[in-house]
């Protein structure tokens, strides 16, 4: 989430990996904890672990290079996975009398900007567990090179997120970026010039979290907790009917559509204000919507297309703003207009001429602290649109989970946060979850370099609509 900057910085460094077995062992013993108290994970299912331990043998004995590809619906995937290969994947590795040679770990490709909301400690542990850091939307040369040795040279395989950043979804996959396919290619490109025979592997696995105790009377709080703050007072009659639910106790048929009711009813009032401030204060044409008999919430899920498609009509038209702002011409999707846009406002914020103190003079450096101001208020928009990128419109409706409604009502949380500017903010905890993780059959990037070298554009393409269905296979709704 944006922070509030009032002043021009000096350029963003890059920060090394800076690998301390130390911080490893610290951070393998404590994460159980961790995860149990503060993330409120109680334990995490590995599927298929056998596959993702015979390529950790593989690896440790010199015979392939591999990166891990995962799913990424949530901040905590990655503890998740450092979870499973620190721990689970050792223990079950020793009960097959199959121990490792060495603690298996992977080094991060994370962004550059996660120490920038989640604080220096952060980049300070990731850096210390090995990690490398990438710029979304710009040629970061450095960053390109320390994911090149460390694919080709370093001491362990590295674990990546396709999708770029976190969707809210736990059963939708967003379009995958084709970063990874072309690191892939790198990387064996870069073992056949050496002489060196490894084969390099991309591994998918898919992450998802599901209740051990379903939430619905914690959801329908937090659903009031919502509706309050966006100025939405219910009837008697439907919070009466709604008094009786339970936490982990299936809601009754009247009670599931209320609740789906209540969701559409909130949603379609946030569109509606966020409509009217985009219309109204920013200039932008977008057409009033009129309730019409198929947008009625209460009727089936299918009967309300409208929804999405003004969700993204907005999306489209706040993005606009920052980007007429930066000077930037729309093109692509949405999510490569939000990589432009961090990266022009970083290039206005993070400045190279601020190298030294004294590099400006007191003028110079108070427009320079406007510019950075007005950046940063920009960057506002575009985290609005990123947050809700990969919302349909109907992923509650069409399979009405616990999981689902969990994941929309979170999203608008998130949303209503972001409007209050409340940066900090830790999403709600709904009760305890478990995490299940399922590891899918590896894609081999060196069997397929040839193709790479006939036509490069292609085989990316293709590895990336591999990797994108071997995601969407490896999780369930």
């Not at 011409?329 to 207009?337: A, H, I, M, V, Y």
Request: net charge neutral.
């Amino acid at each position: 989430m944006t922070s509030r900057i009032t002043q021009a910085q000096p350029p963003l460094e890059f920060i090394d990996p800076d690998f301390s077995p130390l911080v490893l062992r610290l951070g393998r013993s404590l994460l159980p904890f961790w995860l149990r108290r503060r993330k409120s994970v109680v334990r995490i299912d590995v599927t298929q672990a056998e596959k993702l331990i015979d390529l950790f043998h593989q690896f440790q004995a010199g015979n392939i290079r591999l990166l891990l590809a995962f799913r990424h619906p949530t901040t905590i995937d990655p503890l998740c996975m450092g979870q499973m290969v620190w721990n689970i994947l050792p223990a079950i590795a020793r009960r097959q009398g199959r121990p490792f040679r060495t603690q298996p770990h992977i080094q991060f490709i994370y962004d550059r900007g996660i120490p920038l909301w989640a604080g220096a400690a952060v980049g300070w542990l990731i850096s210390k567990l090995g990690g490398t850091p990438i710029r979304r939307g710009s040629l970061d040369t450095a960053g390109l090179r320390s994911i090149r040795n460390l694919f080709v040279d370093g001491d362990f395989p590295i674990a990546a997120a396709p999708e770029g950043g976190t969707n809210g979804h736990n059963e939708i996959v967003s379009p995958i970026e084709p970063g990874i396919a072309q690191f892939g290619f790198w990387c064996a490109e870069d073992l056949e010039k050496a002489g060196r025979d490894e084969e390099v592997l991309i591994v998918p696995i898919g992450i998802q979290y599901r209740f051990v105790s379903a939430p619905w009377k914690t959801l329908e709080e937090l659903l009031s907790q919502l509706e309050a703050e966006s100025g939405i007072v219910n009837n008697s009659e439907t919070l009466q009917t709604l008094a009786t639910l339970e936490n982990g106790k299936p809601p009754s048929l009247d009670q599931e559509k209320l609740l789906y009711q209540r969701l559409i009813g909130l949603g379609e009032h946030l569109l509606s204000q966020m409509e009217t401030f985009y219309r109204k204060y920013y200039g932008q044409a977008i057409e009033t919507y009129k309730p019409s008999e198929q947008s009625d919430p209460s009727r089936d899920a299918a009967a309300t297309p409208e929804l999405g498609m003004r969700l993204h009509a907005l999306l489209d038209r706040a993005i606009a703003v920052a980007e007429q702002s930066l000077g930037i011409k729309p093109k692509g999707e949405l999510s490569d207009r939000c990589r432009r846009i961090e990266q022009s406002a970083w290039d206005r914020i993070y400045r190279d001429d601020l190298k030294s103190a004294e590099s400006l003079s007191p003028l110079e450096r108070g427009l320079a602290d406007l510019v950075a101001e007005e950046a940063n208020l920009r960057l506002w928009h575009m985290r609005l649109v990123e947050t809700f990128v990969s919302v349909t419109g109907k992923y509650v409706a069409e399979h009405p989970t616990v999981d689902r409604f969990a994941d929309t009502t979170l999203l608008i949380w998130k949303m209503l946060r972001q409007i209050r500017r409340h940066s900090a903010s830790q999403p709600p905890d709904l009760g305890d979850r478990y995490a299940e993780i399922t590891i899918a059959d590896p894609i081999s990037i060196s069997q397929q370099l040839p193709d790479y070298r006939h036509q490069r554009r292609r085989a990316i393409a293709q590895v990336t609509q591999e990797l994108q269905a071997a995601l969407e296979a490896a999780i369930t709704s």
